[in-house]
Nanobody
Framework: QVQLVESGGGLVQPGGSLRLSCQFT????????MAWYRQAPGGQRERVAT???????KYADFVKGRFTIARDNAKDMLYLQMNDLNPEDTAVYYC?????????WGKGTQVTVSS
């Protein structure tokens, strides 16, 4: 059974930074690709960044150069460093496997970028 708990969101001004964390519970973390997803109000959930088991990374074009995904296999933790945030980044952010495990979606963490 997999459980995911996201944290670290909040209200930040345009140009600011946040670091999101995801605690993964389950025995498979080391063996799977992980990703951050987000869902803006009225929008569909979209993948933001992916990290492979050997730390290869991929980013959506809209976050390239601003966001950095990382993982700590010793702690079963996933991170997303978000810099130079803009209002279009406002969304609920989720972590999950890539591709996602349907039953494992957590509550997400709200990121609001506003002046």
């Amino acid at each position: 059974q997999v459980q995911l708990v996201e944290s670290g969101g909040g209200l930040v001004q345009p140009g600011g930074s946040l670091r999101l964390s995801c605690q993964f519970t389950g025995k498979i973390f080391d063996y799977i690709d992980m990703a951050w997803y987000r869902q803006a109000p009225g929008g569909q959930r979209e993948r933001v960044a992916t990290i492979g088991t050997v730390a290869s990374t991929k980013y959506a074009d809209f976050v390239k150069g601003r966001f950095t995904i990382a993982r700590d296999n010793a702690k079963d933790m996933l991170y997303l460093q978000m810099n130079d945030l803009n209002p279009e980044d406002t969304a609920v952010y989720y972590c999950n496997r890539d591709p996602p495990i349907g039953y494992a979606w957590g509550k997400g963490t709200q990121v609001t970028v506003s002046s």
